[in-house]
């Protein structure tokens, strides 16, 4: 049994781990913007098992609100094991490329954001000597592609973010745990064309890979494991080749 929190709990991915500490009868405390739509997962986690489901609707933009939200999932779960941090959006990068706001706030919402919750929660954690706090970011971070480039600019920093967090927390038994997801069928990625086929991932499958990765104390996760293979030869490609190419 894990006390869990998760924070961007309305995503497919974060309901579907949700949903597997729920049938392990853990207590999870639930955070997104929409309270009503915290409410019906609320509703749904506790017929599947969960022991304890508490929620705190806020937006996760409004950076003053992120120490109050760490200091609430703690006092309501002071033995935390599991902190997932899954909120984060897919910008239009053509959009992005005309508008400056555009780019900030997809910055924002995928890296400034999550380091502003990232870190009171490593300080609480950091002092206490123990749990795992793990980030879902995405193999766009690995290398930049003129299709979402912007995109994965935040998730590059976050990884950076991450390594040097992790360095820091292995130190007190705090594990840091960077999720980079492929291509994953969910409502963020509809409107992609083509959806489908051998490289897209259920959110499904993707939470068991989380789960199962939180539990082998990893510092790294590819999911499927197949995209790890596929970004080391995305990666090395030397630059000349790679900007030829329309990725």
């Given amino acids: 049994m894990s006390d869990v929190l998760i924070i961007g709990a309305s995503s497919a991915i ?7 500490y729920a049938q392990e009868g853990g207590r999870l405390f639930l955070v997104a913007r929409d309270a009503a739509r915290l409410d019906a997962i ?9 022991l304890q489901v ?11 609100r992120h120490p109050e939200i760490i200091e609430a999932a703690l006092d309501a779960m002071p033995e935390l094991d599991i902190a997932l941090i899954a909120h984060g959006v897919l910008p239009n990068q053509e959009a992005c490329q005309i508008s400056v706001e555009s780019s900030l706030e997809s910055m ?23 749990g795992t706090i793990a980030v879902i970011s995405s193999v766009a971070g690995d290398r930049g592609r003129q299709s979402n480039y912007v995109y994965g600019a935040a998730k590059s920093g976050l990884d950076a973010f991450l390594q040097g967090l992790r360095n820091r927390l292995s130190k007190v038994g705090v594990n840091v745990l960077t999720i980079k997801p492929g291509f994953v069928a969910t409502p963020m990625t509809a409107h992609i064309e083509g959806r489908g086929g051998l490289l897209w991932a259920s959110p499904e499958t993707i939470a068991e890979g989380i789960a199962k990765a ?9 999911l499927p494991g197949f995209w790890s293979l596929i970004m080391l030869i995305i ?13």
């Fill in 235 to 247: 990666r090395n490609i030397p630059e000349r080749i790679f900007k030829k190419l329309s990725l």
């Fill in 14 to 20: 974060a309901q579907s781990v949700a949903r597997i």
């Fill in 214 to 222: 939180i539990d082998k104390e990893k510092d790294v996760a590819y």
């Fill in 108 to 130: 924002d919402a995928n890296f400034i954001s999550v380091v502003s919750l990232l870190t009171p929660l490593a300080n609480r954690l950091e002092a206490r000597g123990g």
């Fill in 54 to 64: 508490d929620t705190l609707a806020a937006d996760l933009l409004e950076h003053d």
């Fill in 42 to 50: 609320a509703d749904d986690l506790r017929v599947r098992g969960a």
